[in-house]
């Protein structure tokens, strides 16, 4: 069954560090862009980063832009978000989720794009 699977969450003090990994289950993600995607308690889902399919491009919220970080690499099939200097306002859970044909990245991001699969996602709680 293809899936994508994350991992990495937990609880973190504020300025703490995270790093979250989607893996592909069944499929290879060389062929899809990627996006981490979040949602806060009584909030709507929001973009946090994207990465295009060769990992030549990326995207941030701008919140997040100078703190996260992500990458792919393609021999373990995996893409990570790496998350320093947590914040309070970071808590929320974290899906990746990948679509192979998508019109920029930013469309990604803003939740304009369908995107073809979506994890289960993993539980990011940032609180002293």
């Known amino acids: 069954q293809l899936q994508l699977v994350e991992s990495g969450g937990g609880l973190v003090q504020p300025g703490g560090s995270l790093r979250l990994s989607c893996a592909g289950s069944?499929?290879?993600?060389?062929?899809?862009?990627i996006g981490w995607f979040r949602q806060a308690p009584g909030k709507e889902r929001e973009g946090v980063s994207c990465i295009s399919k060769g990992g030549t491009q990326k995207y941030y919220m701008d919140s997040v832009k100078g703190r996260f970080t992500i990458t792919r690499d393609s021999a373990t099939n995996t893409v990570y978000l790496q998350m320093n200097s947590l914040k309070p306002e970071d808590t929320g859970v974290y899906y990746c989720?990948?679509?192979?044909?998508?019109?920029?990245?930013?469309?990604?991001?803003?939740?304009?794009?369908?995107?073809?699969?979506w994890g289960e996602g993993t539980l990011v709680t940032v609180s002293s």
């Open positions: 069944e499929f290879s993600l060389d062929s899809y862009g």
């Open positions: 989720a990948a679509v192979m044909w998508y019109a920029g990245l930013q469309y990604m991001c803003d939740m304009r794009v369908d995107m073809t699969y």
